[in-house]
């Protein structure tokens, strides 16, 4: 996946952001997640919203497994930036890193795994 050229496109440490017909769409980088980054991407992404919840079509990335109070604390925070959120990657990564991150709890927000774009922001839609 690239980044397009038609819009604008915001940088974080750890994700590249733009949007795409109501739909916040994240290019993920693979620095390991930690509580600060997280801070400053959940921060960003508020900016770029307006502090609204909106629907995330995340390509994810390999990166090292955050530790224990990092996946905590993402957890938390996805509500409050999100409100849906479909996950791209190859198959096997974003199953990994839903069982990681909710082994314990169901997420707190809609979120379903995709190989394929199309399937995943035809079931952000409903979310928009």
């Not at 795409?20 to 290019?27: F, H, Q």
């Not at 620095?31 to 919203?49: D, F, H, M, Q, Y």
């Not at 199953?95 to 379903?112: D, Q, S």
């Amino acid at each position: 996946m690239t980044t397009p050229t038609d819009r604008q496109i915001f940088e974080g440490e750890i994700a590249t952001y733009w949007f795409d017909e109501g739909i916040l769409v994240s290019l993920s980088k693979s620095p390991k997640r930690t509580i600060e980054n997280i801070s400053g991407n959940v921060a960003l992404v508020k900016k770029i919203t307006g502090n609204k919840p909106v629907p995330l079509l995340i390509y994810l990335s390999n990166s090292p497994v955050p530790d224990k109070q990092t996946r905590k604390f993402a957890t938390e925070q996805l509500p409050t930036i999100y409100s849906a959120m479909a996950m791209v990657s190859k198959p096997g990564l974003s199953k990994f890193i839903m069982n990681i991150l909710f082994a314990l709890k169901p997420p707190p927000i809609p979120m379903k795994s995709f190989t394929d774009d199309v399937a995943a922001k035809e079931w952000l839609r409903q979310y928009i």
